[in-house]
């Protein structure tokens, strides 16, 4: 047995091989599609495309997914690019050695200008806050673009060196120079001179920027950096945690820190450390020449020799393989109490980390050179372990503890280990079911061939909140266990099985969570958990990765996280374990070992939680994993006709954008098959961009989320169409404004209007050849129609005529009966007044007589001169009303005249003369589609007694609703539209008459305008 001391000697060893510790870096070099491995000079345009000028490879620009690259045969001056720059109008820069070119979208163009830099070597490029272009070179100085002609400012002149190394324009836009002799500050035509002199620590200054406190720095050759803070410089090198003295780049990051790109790697200085990546990290090369932050916030290294690197961020940190120390392969993680790992690996043994070294414990340390499968801490902080073939082992104050299946371990092979809240100890194995280790006595108590359940093959235990332990079987039982004892008698066993139901997927982890619900994953079954009363089940339907669940484990937020083939997931539940959110995190993600082992998985004392992989140990930081809002930058890449790039057939005009789309683009109809190819550019994740698109014109919907970057649409009918696509990011976030494309199908000739007009004509030359032969006859025929016709219609028109004529004596010899009545009567003054309005009465009536129609709102001024000439002739004994609906306009509805007085005439004198009581009359007036429908309605005697009383009447003889029913038939004719009269007697709730009503249907739609 190993004494404790040598235990802790091993732990506590500080001797030893450094972490080989990767961050996510993703590299890209010449097998990746880079045309050369020397990344010189980095810089992103607006569509977010970054542009990378090599040395010998010419300008490559990274969309995300693909390299392209120009050459001279694109027309650089030369494929060694030194500095690049984009302007505000969005236009390209390049430095060459030979010049400088600038991109007109579809090539470069050199820029041969007397006055400008013409074939000096440039080495620098800024466009500062007035939109103005700097030019630095290798031997001629500095020159000036305005944006119309090139010069050479004062300062040139009074350079400490004609090299100039970079250039940089600070927060108070003062111009710095960078040269072989010191570091020039240009700033209101005055020219200030940095060098060792002023405390600079070289002369030879590579590069500089500027901190978010306003400190400069300096990058230098073979003297590190240095710092201008308040007029002092402060000097750091290699021993201050610099990479190396030879710094050829200084970057902010506009995050808190400064990068500084050296001989031997990238470091970063946060304002107090300063921390080196260099290859042994991830990072493709050590030397490190050009810096750039993308807008998702990516970092990305241009090396010499190495090609470019991109660092994600820390959400995900790997811990690799040691052939001596640590095995590639980590079967099972887990922390002890002083903050160390401990790791079961392919190497055998266990191997500890203290965050900095590895240390290895085997048989040669007196332990076991078999492999760690299981690790457990029990309450009294021993450590557990189980092998693959030597048993199961103990470690506490008293040294290590070995526990064979031959003293009376369940088996040699152990596939879980946990304890449970009396403190007894079960082990799991894969061929011989459970045993428990009674905390009390000691003694092993085995629980195989349990009946009812198929099998002794147990993956995994867990325990619950209230003693009981979970196991999961190879045939998918789950199945709840309670080990029972007390100090006089053996412990008991008790347990009841849990079936998942028709699918029996083997159970390969348990857990359970702070409500006592246990979740089980699978093997092709995806997760189920269990409430206590039923089964939920998530798979991939759901959005897992896969249904081959390996590990289970839950973060300080309550996520689950489940890690299969594919990577992790971590999923978001809500109410009644219906998934919230699932994200996945892979290779794109930055979790790069992709495959897990089984349970192989912990949370540390900082909420970090560490996975054991095919490829090492990788711990996951959740503070380093900040939801982005950065959305993609959509771009459409190229349309094709058919087979051929649209800007390689005949019908693209104009063409414009760095991808050279046609500004309008008609086709013909037989032109019809198009695909569109598009990308959205998100360096972060690009591989978890999705799209979705919408053609107008053919369909209205956007189609489901996909990941290809193209689509083909065929068989396109003549019309309007208009392309619009969409994207999101890693976090399901998506773009608003879609990128656009419209265009048209031109319909083929025999379409045409001009067509379809000219074969009109010819079928009508055709059609009047034919019946040429029959016009004569035709004519003939027609004219005796024509006159029948013409005659029917005089006809028409003399009765209505008549009808008026006979309408006009009738009302006027009432009138004068009324008038007469008043004579007779001695009353000259009311006979007077009476005769005053009849006039007005009858010159309207001849006025309207003429005509033969006139406005509603004539015949309703008639009818109320009419009606108060006989509300005065009768003492007024009766009162009358006149409606018209809001939607009839009576000035534009026209109606025959003296249609409707008849038969107010006739409520007058037949209904309410013999009324006792005070009558009334109401007219209404209302539309009906095509109808105006008249109502008269009053409340007199009624019509059956009326007829009692008719012989009563003397010699008046109304001829008035005959009249007007006559000119109804007429119209009806005239119109072609339906007329008619309806007369309604009005009865009481007794039967009794309480008056009479009158409705005419006049057709009016014809008349309105």
């Known amino acids: 047995m190993i004494r404790k001391t040598t235990l802790l000697i091993a732990f506590l060893a500080q001797a030893g091989l450094l972490s080989a510790q990767k961050f996510n870096f993703k590299n890209f070099s010449v097998g990746e599609?880079?045309?050369?491995?020397?990344?010189?000079?980095?810089?992103?345009?607006?569509?977010?495309?970054?542009?990378?000028?090599?040395?010998?490879?010419?300008?490559?620009?990274?969309?995300?997914?693909?390299?392209?690259?120009?050459?001279?045969?694109?027309?650089?001056?030369?494929?060694?690019?030194?500095?690049?720059?984009?302007?505000h109008m969005e236009n390209l820069w390049v430095g060459t050695d030979a010049g400088l070119c600038k991109f007109n979208g579809t090539g470069f163009v050199y820029i041969d200008d007397e006055s400008g830099p013409r074939n000096s070597k440039i080495t620098a490029l800024l466009k500062d806050f007035e939109n103005n272009l700097w030019i630095g070179t290798a031997d001629s100085g500095i020159y000036k673009y305005d944006g119309t002609c090139f010069r050479q400012p004062g300062i040139s002149a009074h350079l400490p060196a004609k090299q100039v190394n970079c250039l940089f324009e600070d927060s108070r836009r003062n111009i710095w120079i960078g040269t072989s002799r010191g570091a020039v500050k240009y700033a209101n035509q005055n020219t200030i001179v940095y060098s060792r002199n002023e405390g600079l620590p070289s002369n030879l200054v590579n590069d500089i920027a500027e901190d978010d406190h306003g400190s400069l720095w300096f990058a230098t050759s073979n003297s590190g950096v240095s710092c201008l803070k308040d007029s002092v410089f402060i000097n750091y090198n290699q021993y201050d945690g610099l990479g190396s003295n030879t710094v050829f780049t200084v970057y902010n990051d506009r995050a808190g820190s400064i990068w500084f790109g050296t001989s031997n790697g990238?470091?970063?200085?946060?304002?107090?450390?300063?921390?080196?990546?260099?290859?042994?990290?991830?990072?493709?090369?050590?030397?490190?020449?050009?810096?750039?932050?993308?807008?998702?916030?990516?970092m990305w290294f241009g090396t010499s020799g190495g090609g470019l690197s991109r660092l994600d961020n820390e959400r995900f940190v790997h811990y690799l393989g040691e052939s001596d120390r640590m095995g590639k392969s980590v079967y099972s993680v887990i922390q002890s109490p002083n903050g160390n790992m401990i790791f079961g690996t392919s190497s055998g043994g266990i191997t500890i980390f203290n965050g900095r070294n590895y240390r290895l414990l085997n048989r040669y340390n007196g332990f076991t050179s078999s492999k760690v499968r299981v690790l457990h801490f029990s309450s009294d902080s021993s450590l557990w372990i189980g092998t693959g073939d030597e048993g199961a082992f103990k470690y506490n104050r008293?040294?290590?503890?070995?526990?064979?299946?031959?003293?009376?371990?369940?088996?040699?092979?152990?596939?879980?280990?946990?304890?449970?809240?009396?403190?007894?100890?079960?082990?799991?194995?894969?061929?011989?079911?459970?045993?428990?280790?009674?905390?009390?006595?000691?003694?092993?108590?085995?629980?195989?061939?349990?009946?009812?359940?198929?099998?002794?093959?147990?993956?995994?235990?867990?325990?619950?909140?209230?003693?009981?332990?979970?196991?999961?079987?190879s045939n998918g039982s789950l199945v709840k266990l309670s080990y029972v004892c007390n100090d006089s008698l053996p412990g008991e066993i008790y347990f009841s099985e849990v079936g998942l139901g028709t699918v029996k997927n083997s159970i390969r982890t348990v857990i359970t969570d702070c409500m006592n619900n246990v979740i089980a994953g699978t093997a092709g079954g995806g997760l189920y958990i269990y409430n206590g009363s039923k089964f939920v089940q998530i798979t991939r339907k759901d959005g897992l990765s896969s249904d081959n669940i390996y590990l289970l484990i839950f973060d300080s937020n309550k996520n689950l996280w489940a890690g299969s083939e594919m990577g992790l997931d971590r999923i978001t539940f809500g109410e009644d374990f219906t998934v919230a959110e699932l994200k996945h995190y892979g290779i794109n993600e930055g979790f790069k070992s992709v495959e897990v082992y089984r349970n192989s998985c912990c949370m540390d004392k900082e909420g970090n939680l560490w996975f054991g992989t095919v490829n090492g140990a990788t711990i996951y930081n959740p503070a380093e994993d900040i939801p982005v809002n950065i959305l993609p930058r959509l771009s459409l890449t190229g349309i094709k006709l058919f087979f051929d790039d649209i800007k390689n057939t005949p019908y693209a005009d104009t063409l414009t954008g760095l991808?050279?789309?046609?500004?309008?683009?008609?086709?013909?109809?037989?032109?019809?098959?198009?695909?569109?190819?598009?990308?959205?550019?998100?360096?972060?994740?690009?591989?978890?961009?999705?799209?979705?698109?919408?053609?107008?014109?053919?369909d209205n919907n956007w189609s489901p989320p996909t990941n290809r970057q193209e689509v083909t649409y065929a068989g396109l009918m003549p019309g309007d169409y208009t392309f619009k696509v969409i994207a999101c990011n890693e976090d399901g976030r998506w773009t608003v404004q879609p990128v656009t494309f419209s265009f048209t199908i031109l319909a083929p000739f025999w379409q045409a209007w001009w067509f379809r007009v000219l074969v009109i004509l010819v079928f009508l030359l055709i059609f009047w050849l034919i019946v040429y032969s029959r016009i004569r006859k035709i004519k003939l025929k027609n004219k005796i129609e024509n006159e029948k016709l013409e005659m029917e219609k005089n006809i028409i028109e003399l009765e209505q005529e008549a009808a008026r004529l006979q309408m006009n004596p009738h009302f006027i010899f009432n009138s004068l009966n009324s008038i007469q009545g008043f004579i007779s009567t001695s009353d000259t003054s009311q006979a007077k007044h009476y005769l005053a309005k009849f006039a007005r009465l009858m010159r309207m009536v001849l006025e309207?007589?003429?005509?033969?129609?006139?406005?509603?709102?004539?015949?309703?001024?008639?009818?109320?001169n009419y009606l108060r000439l006989e509300k005065l002739n009768a003492n007024d004994r009766f009162d009358y009303t006149i409606k018209i609906d809001d939607e009839i306009n009576s000035d534009q509805v026209e109606i025959p005249p003296m249609m409707i007085q008849p038969f107010v005439e006739n409520a007058i004198i037949h209904g309410l003369r013999k009324k006792e009581e005070k009558g009334l009359v109401e007219i209404s007036f209302r539309r009906a589609g095509r109808w105006l429908m008249v109502e008269i309605?009053?409340?007199?005697?009624?019509?059956?007694?009326?007829?009692?009383?008719?012989?009563?009447?003397?010699?008046?003889?109304?001829?008035?609703?005959?009249?007007?029913?006559?000119?109804?038939?007429?119209?009806?004719?005239?119109?072609?539209?339906?007329?008619?009269?309806?007369?309604?007697?009005?009865?009481?709730d007794n039967g009794a008459a309480r008056g009479t009503a009158v409705e005419l249907t006049i057709p009016v739609e014809a008349w309105i305008t």
Not at 65 to 87: H, M, P, Q
Not at 848 to 864: D, F, G, K
Request: charged letters at 25%; hydrophobic letters at 35%.
């Open 937 to 988: 309605k009053d409340n007199g005697i009624g019509r059956a007694q009326s007829q009692i009383n008719k012989p009563s009447a003397g010699k008046h003889k109304s001829t008035g609703m005959s009249v007007t029913a006559k000119r109804l038939e007429q119209l009806e004719k005239q119109s072609g539209s339906k007329t008619g009269i309806q007369i309604t007697d009005l009865t009481d």
């Open 848 to 864: 309207n007589s003429r005509e033969e129609l006139i406005p509603l709102e004539n015949e309703v001024e008639i009818l109320e």
């Open 33 to 87: 599609g880079l045309t050369q491995s020397e990344i010189y000079a980095i810089c992103e345009d607006k569509d977010g495309h970054l542009w990378l000028g090599t040395n010998g490879g010419g300008v490559i620009r990274y969309d995300g997914f693909r390299f392209k690259g120009y050459r001279e045969e694109e027309g650089l001056k030369s494929n060694f690019v030194t500095a690049l720059s984009i302007d």
């Open 266 to 298: 990238v470091t970063r200085f946060d304002g107090l450390l300063f921390r080196t990546f260099g290859e042994r990290y991830g990072l493709a090369n050590n030397v490190v020449v050009s810096i750039h932050k993308d807008f998702t916030n990516n």
């Open 659 to 698: 991808y050279q789309l046609p500004l309008h683009l008609e086709l013909p109809h037989n032109k019809n098959s198009l695909t569109f190819e598009f990308t959205g550019i998100y360096h972060r994740n690009p591989g978890a961009v999705r799209y979705k698109i919408m053609l107008e014109g053919s």
């Open 398 to 473: 008293q040294g290590f503890r070995h526990y064979p299946a031959n003293k009376g371990l369940v088996s040699n092979a152990i596939t879980a280990i946990t304890s449970d809240t009396a403190g007894n100890i079960w082990f799991a194995s894969p061929d011989s079911g459970i045993c428990i280790l009674d905390k009390k006595n000691s003694e092993f108590h085995k629980i195989k061939n349990i009946k009812g359940i198929a099998g002794n093959t147990v993956y995994s235990l867990a325990p619950d909140l209230t003693g009981n332990i979970w196991a999961g079987y």
